[in-house]
C-alpha cells in the first residue's frame, strides 16, 4: 500500500508543473489601454482565472484591458490529460506623469550675450520598476514650439528624453534672443508618448526676457527700449534713440522730430506714480507732444521766423499777446520766455499740457504685450 501513494505522489509531481511560457512575459499597458496576454494555442485546455479585465477565459491568448495592475494566472491541460501546467503574467497598469515643467511657468532668457534659455523637461512613470521604465525607454517625447530667431537644440536627441536617477529628461536650450517682441510669451509645450496618446500632455508656458540686461539683437541697447520700442506707439515722433548718458527722462527735437530717452523712462514716473512700460508709454506721449505743440507754432518740421518772434523766445508774438492760455500762464511780449530756462512761462506751459497728455494715456492698452522680466522686483513687467 505504501508503495502505490509513492507511485501516485510522484506521478502528481510530473503532471502538475509551473511554466514560464503559456501566459507570456509581463507586459506594460497605459490606463485605458489593453494588451494580448498568453501565446500560440497548441490544441491544449487553457482555463484563465476571474480576473478583472478578462473576458474570453479559454483562449491561448485573450487581450485585457485592466485598470489597474493585475496579474492573470492560467491552468493548461495537455490533451488525453497528458499534463497540467500553470503559469502567470502581471500587466502593469503605468501611469507618466509631467512633473517639469507645470504649466502656466514663467521662464526667462539669462543676462549674457547673445542669451539663453533652458528648460529642463522631466516625467515620471508608476510604478517606477524596470519592467515599466524599460517599456517607456526610447518612447516619451517632448515638444516645444519656435522662439522666433532663437535657435532650438536638445541635449537628447529630438527630445527623446533618457531616464537618469529618478526620471525621464531632456533639456531644450535656445540660443540668442528672439528679434522681435511679438515672440514671447506663451509657448505650448507638450509631452508625446507613443502608443499611449491618451496620456499626452499639453501645457503652457509664459516665455519673458530680463528688461535692463543688453542681450538683444543689436546689444547696444537695453532689453526693454528694444522690445517696447516695437509696440508702443511714437506719434510725432519720427526717431527714438535710447542715450545712457541722459540726465532727465528724455529730451526731443522738434524740428528733426528726434527724441532721446533715458533708463528713467523706464523706472518710476514721478509725474503719475507709475512704473516699468507704463513710464515709457508716457515718457512717448508726452515727448510727442512738445512736437505738436511746435508744429503748431510753426508747421511740420518749421523754425522760428525772427519777425513773428521778435523775443526769441521761440514762441510767436501774436500768439504770446492773444492766446488765452499764453496770457493765464504769463507769456509776455518782449520777455524771454523760452522753455529751456527753469520756471518760465514757456516751461510751466509746455510741461502742464505734456503732463496732462501723460495722464490721458490709457496704461492698460499694452500691458498684454510686456514680457519683460525686472530681478528687482521694482519696475516688473506687466505679464510677470
Known amino acids: 500500500m505504501k508503495r502505490l ?44 482565472d476571474a480576473a ?46 509631467l512633473i517639469s515643467p507645470l504649466s502656466n511657468v514663467k521662464v526667462r532668457f539669462n543676462t549674457v550675450s547673445p542669451g539663453k534659455l533652458d528648460i529642463e523637461f522631466q516625467a515620471t512613470v508608476s510604478p517606477n520598476i524596470d519592467v515599466v521604465r524599460n517599456h517607456f525607454a526610447g518612447k516619451i517625447k517632448f515638444e516645444i514650439g519656435a522662439i522666433g530667431t532663437s535657435a532650438l537644440t536638445w541635449d537628447q536627441p529630438g527630445g527623446i528624453a533618457v531616464y537618469s536617477g529618478t526620471s525621464f529628461k531632456a533639456k531644450a536650450t535656445y540660443t540668442g534672443l528672439p528679434n522681435n517682441n511679438s515672440d514671447f510669451g506663451e509657448k505650448t509645450l507638450k509631452m508625446v508618448i507613443q502608443d499611449c496618446n491618451s496620456m499626452d500632455i499639453t501645457n503652457k508656458n509664459k516665455v519673458f526676457f ?66 516699468g512700460l507704463h513710464t515709457f508709454y508716457e515718457t512717448v506721449a508726452h515727448e510727442s507732444h512738445h512736437i505738436v505743440l511746435w508744429e503748431g507754432w510753426w508747421g511740420i518740421g518749421g523754425s522760428p521766423i525772427a519777425a513773428n518772434d521778435t523775443d526769441n523766445d521761440t514762441y510767436p508774438d501774436n500768439w504770446e499777446s492773444s492766446n488765452a492760455d499764453a496770457i493765464s500762464f504769463g507769456f509776455i511780449v518782449g520777455v524771454n520766455d523760452d522753455y529751456s530756462i527753469s520756471n518760465s512761462a514757456g516751461y510751466r506751459y509746455e510741461e502742464a499740457k505734456c503732463r496732462a497728455i501723460e495722464h490721458a494715456v490709457i496704461e492698460t492698452t499694452f500691458d498684454l504685450l510686456d514680457w519683460s522680466y525686472d530681478p528687482t522686483g521694482i519696475n516688473q513687467g506687466k505679464q510677470w
Do not use: M
Open 52 to 97: 478583472p479585465g478578462l473576458t474570453d477565459r479559454n483562449k491561448s491568448d485573450p487581450t485585457v484591458n485592466p485598470t489597474t495592475t493585475t496579474k492573470y494566472k492560467v491552468t493548461v491541460i495537455g490533451q488525453d490529460f497528458s499534463f497540467k501546467r500553470i503559469d502567470e503574467v502581471t500587466v502593469y497598469v503605468a501611469e507618466v506623469k
Open 210 to 275: 530680463t528688461k535692463d540686461a543688453t542681450n538683444n539683437t543689436l546689444g547696444i541697447e537695453p532689453n526693454w527700449f528694444y522690445y517696447w520700442n516695437q509696440f508702443i506707439p511714437h506719434e510725432r515722433i519720427a526717431t527714438l534713440i535710447y542715450d545712457s548718458g541722459l540726465g532727465g527722462y528724455a529730451v526731443t527735437n522738434p524740428i528733426t522730430r528726434v527724441t532721446k530717452i533715458s533708463s528713467l523712462s523706464s523706472g518710476h514716473n514721478d509725474e503719475t506714480g507709475h512704473r
Open 5 to 48: 501513494y509513492l507511485i501516485l505522489f510522484f506521478l502528481a509531481l510530473t503532471y502538475v508543473t509551473y511554466a514560464q511560457n503559456e501566459a507570456g512575459l509581463d507586459k506594460v499597458i497605459c490606463k485605458g489601454g489593453s494588451v494580448q496576454i498568453g501565446g500560440t494555442d497548441n490544441g491544449h485546455c487553457y482555463l484563465w
